[in-house]
């Protein structure tokens, strides 16, 4: 948890309770009762009025609250687009951030604003998501974020497959499928997979840095001349 959100998350619970101590919060946000401590001297000394001591516990001074996000129709209905396209085109676990996202701005919108997150008329339907180009999302996320060699049985458009040792550089979402941008070491070459053309996958425990030639830049820019003749 980054500690913005843990921050925030600790007002929420003192709005909820009349008074908790360092322990309980640690123990609910699973870091140590030394963090707590300074979490809670930092919101002191930022003007959230929270009453208190270590050893007894902590209470927030009743009639505070966060300010309220202000919206425009357009901001919320461009929020409320995004996420309902990662619920329904990510991983679940890209699913379940978009949904907890949509949940903080909620928790702290004014009563006019609630509804209209709620009711906005923006649809994103997911029955022709393939459950396997989901499930690849979630390794092939973590081995870029890794920088960890992946192991693909593919299969091309004519049906010929080929296994493959890669260097995974980006995901790129195209409306009708999501496609890997990745240094293929088979072909000494970048390539592009589509996700439902992946038989199997594996990440490997070999890592891998960028070289000259071969990182996210490199294949943007061959991208540009090719498009550019």
Request: hydrophobic share 45%; net charge neutral; with cysteine.
């Amino acid at each position: 948890m980054r500690r913005a959100d843990r921050l925030f998350q600790i007002i929420q619970i003192l709005r909820r309770r009349k008074l908790t101590t360092a322990q309980r919060l640690a123990e609910e946000l699973e870091v140590s009762e030394r963090t707590i401590y300074r979490d809670i001297q930092d919101l002191m000394c930022s003007g959230v009025p929270i009453e208190g001591e270590a050893g007894v516990g902590y209470v927030l001074r009743q009639g505070f609250d966060l300010p309220p996000l202000m919206f425009t129709r357009e901001e919320l209905e461009a929020l409320v687009l995004g996420t309902r396209i990662v619920s329904s085109w990510a991983d679940a676990a890209l699913a379940r951030a978009a949904e907890d996202v949509l949940m903080k701005v909620d928790a702290v919108l004014p009563p006019r604003l609630k509804s209209r997150l709620a009711d906005l008329p923006l649809y994103v339907p997911d029955y022709h998501v393939s459950g396997e180009m989901k499930a690849a999302l979630t390794p092939l996320r973590g081995a870029i974020a890794l920088r960890s060699k992946v192991f693909l049985m593919y299969v091309r458009a004519d049906d010929q497959a080929s296994e493959r040792v890669i260097l995974p550089l980006g995901l790129f979402y195209w409306g009708a499928t999501w496609t890997l941008a990745a240094w293929c070491e088979l072909r000494n070459d970048f390539r592009n997979f589509r996700l439902d053309r992946i038989r199997q996958l594996s990440v490997l425990k070999q890592s891998f840095t960028d070289e000259p030639g071969r990182t996210m830049a490199d294949f943007f820019q061959r991208m540009a001349c090719e498009e550019g003749g």
